[in-house]
């Protein structure tokens, strides 16, 4: 048995195959271009010790947060604990919380 198949069938469903083909490509280098532009905007916020919230500043919410995560009410990332570390033992204690409060009173830098 013989088939045939309609050449005016298969150049155009080669052609419909190559564009889907581009289209994924191009979709694919936009989500890596949108990947990499939200990972270079997010090391590259100025941050701020103490700032726990990520708002950018330093203030009595920081320090709510630092206070409830030191009691055990709220629970605080490792990031954000590092950020809000001033001693450096890898833990938010009181001497922390006392040094950042100070800060925001103006009594330290």
């Known amino acids: 048995m013989t088939r045939y198949i ?3 069938i298969l ?14 490509i191009a979709i694919s280098i ?12 997010q090391c590259s ?4 010790d103490g700032d726990t919230n ?7 919410v920081d320090l709510t947060m630092q206070k409830r995560h030191l009691i055990g009410t709220y629970d605080l990332t490792w990031g ?6 001033y001693n450096g033992n890898q833990r938010i204690d009181q001497g922390d919380i006392d040094h950042w ?6 009594r330290c830098e």
């Not at 916020?45 to 701020?48: D, E, F, G, L, Q």
């Not at 990520?54 to 009595?60: E, I, T």
């Open 6 to 8: 309609d050449s005016s």
């Open 45 to 48: 916020r100025p941050t701020v």
């Open 11 to 24: 150049p155009s469903a080669i052609t419909r195959r190559r564009r889907v083909d581009r289209i994924l």
């Open 54 to 60: 990520g708002d950018g500043r330093l203030n009595a």
């Open 101 to 106: 409060r100070d800060v925001i009173l103006g």
């Open 80 to 85: 954000q604990v590092q950020g809000a570390d």
């Open 30 to 41: 936009l989500a890596l271009i949108l990947t990499a532009l939200a990972v270079y905007w």
